[in-house]
Nanobody
Framework: QVQLVESGGGLVQAGGSLRLSCAAS????????MGWFRQAPGKEREFVAL????????DYADSVKGRFTISRDNAKNTVYLQMNSLKPEDTAVYYC????????????????WGQGTQVTVSS
């Protein structure tokens, strides 16, 4: 069992930056692939970024590539999402998720989810 708690969301102006953190409980965190997803009002949850258990593989949605960076610190049981050059269309609730088997762009492949953190980007 893994529990995930996101933090770091907030209100920021367009062009600004935020760093989201996702703290995980459980000794097996380092064996999980991790992902970030987001959901804007009235829209479906969408993939943002993923990272493999060792950090050697990362992947990003085209909409955030070059602006967002995912990383992890297995010693701290934490995964991060550094978000730069934020745009109003990045406004959403951001969720982190853990995949027991590998890593994926599909939300259905993830086994554990955090409660989400709100990111609001003003124009």
């Amino acid at each position: 069992q893994v529990q995930l708690v996101e933090s770091g969301g907030g209100l920021v102006q367009a062009g600004g930056s935020l760093r989201l953190s996702c703290a995980a409980s459980g000794r097996t965190f380092r064996s999980y692939g991790m992902g970030w997803f987001r959901q804007a009002p009235g829209k479906e949850r969408e993939f943002v970024a993923l990272i493999s258990w060792g950090g050697g593989t990362t992947d990003y949605a085209d909409s955030v590539k070059g602006r967002f960076t995912i990383s992890r610190d297995n010693a701290k049981n934490t995964v991060y999402l550094q978000m730069n050059s934020l745009k109003p269309e990045d406004t959403a609730v951001y969720y982190c998720a853990a995949d027991r088997f590998l890593y994926s762009r599909r939300s259905a492949d993830y086994d554990y989810w955090g409660q989400g953190t709100q990111v609001t980007v003003s124009s």
